[in-house]
């Protein structure tokens, strides 16, 4: 599995909905689970878990910065 590919594909699909959004906030492992549509072992998921929090963390404050925030990029 490209954790990378992973990452952007279920960043995209949580930033495209709030209600999934607010799910992963809930419960992460399992809102993922239902996103790539694969059941695998919470240790397994974990970095993936960890790769898009740090993703909406970074997209959220690049956000809030505007103009300076492009600069970051």
Same mark, same amino acid.
């Given at each position: 599995?490209?954790?990378?590919?992973?990452?952007?594909?279920?960043?995209?699909?949580?930033?495209?909905?709030?209600?999934?959004?607010?799910?992963?906030?809930?419960?992460?492992?399992? =809102?993922?689970?239902?996103?790539?549509?694969?059941?695998?072992?919470?240790?397994?998921?974990?970095?993936?878990?960890?790769?898009?929090?740090?993703?909406? =963390?970074?997209?959220?404050?690049?956000?809030?910065?505007?103009?300076?925030?492009?600069?970051?990029?």
């Amino acid at each position: 599995m490209d954790i990378q590919k992973k990452i952007e594909e279920v960043v995209n699909k949580i930033k495209a909905d709030k209600d999934i959004l607010a799910k992963f906030q809930a419960n992460p492992i399992p =809102t993922i689970e239902s996103i790539i549509g694969v059941d695998l072992p919470d240790e397994q998921l974990k970095p993936l878990v960890d790769g898009v929090k740090a993703k909406l =963390t970074v997209s959220d404050i690049t956000s809030k910065l505007g103009n300076l925030g492009n600069m970051l990029k």
